[in-house]
């Protein structure tokens, strides 16, 4: 069974460009996690998605982050315009149910790099 | 809100020794806990949980057990390996989205 998969594995852009993040979840997962780790921090929660709906996008930082997820299968998430604190290594993960006890299943992530 | 405080690293330790990363929570309710462990250019994998209150979680030789009463759930392994070095995450899932709240991270290296 293929895991999360990420693409891409890194992306460098200036600052004011936009970037797309793409994630891919374990086939038959209804929700989807959004997650970013900036310079060695802690790993912070984005946003999460049963299906095509967005169940709790509080840690949204700003406007600037637009996330989709079209037909309830792969995400996207777009940063625009960037900024350079955008930078980090962005993580999307994947479960099965929507329960405070299941396993969330992460991909290999996205290293951005804001210049 | 939630959070996770976990041991400041790195941590550098020689093969075979014993491995400690001390991990403490708070969260209102009864949440779920969980290591990740990240190897060099990898994502992060599951390495082991735990539900409720006095639950031990293990994989590959490490062990956590979930403590309500002190609010930890520290990891252990009684014999590292070199293959052990990566960084590892605390974290929980307190809210009935399964959100999780991570701590930073500690770095773990060990030399032959």
């Known amino acids: 069974e293929a895991g999360v998969t990420q693409f891409p594995s890194h992306s460098v852009i200036e600052k004011g460009q936009t970037v797309t993040l793409r994630c891919d979840p374990i086939?038959?997962?209804?929700?989807l996690y959004w997650y970013r780790r900036v310079m060695g921090k802690e790993i912070k929660f984005l946003l999460h998605?049963?299906?095509?709906?967005?169940?709790?996008e509080s840690g949204m930082p700003n406007n600037r982050f637009l996330a989709e997820r079209t037909g309830g299968t792969y995400s996207t998430l777009k940063v625009q315009p960037a900024e350079l604190e955008d930078s980090g290594v962005y993580f999307c993960a994947s479960s099965f149910r929507t329960a405070i006890t299941d396993t969330q299943y992460f991909g290999p992530g996205t290293r951005l790099t804001v210049l | 809100g939630n959070s996770v405080t976990q041991m400041e690293g790195p941590v550098t330790l020689s093969e075979e020794a014993f491995l400690t990363i001390n991990c403490t929570y708070t969260a209102t309710g009864y949440p779920s806990l969980f290591w990740y462990v990240q190897y060099p250019g990898e994502g992060l994998q599951l390495l082991l949980k735990a539900t409720k209150a006095d639950d031990k979680g293990s994989n590959k030789g490490f062990e956590a057990t979930y403590r309500k009463e002190t609010t930890s759930f520290h990891l252990e392994k009684g014999s590292v390996q070199v293959s052990d070095s990566a960084v590892y995450f605390c974290?929980?899932?307190?809210?009935?989205?399964?959100?999780?709240?991570f701590g930073q991270g500690t770095i773990l290296t060990v030399h032959p």
């Open positions: 974290a929980l899932s307190g809210t009935s989205y399964g959100k999780l709240t």
């Open positions: 998605f049963v299906k095509e709906s967005k169940q709790d």
């Open positions: 086939s038959g997962h209804d929700n």
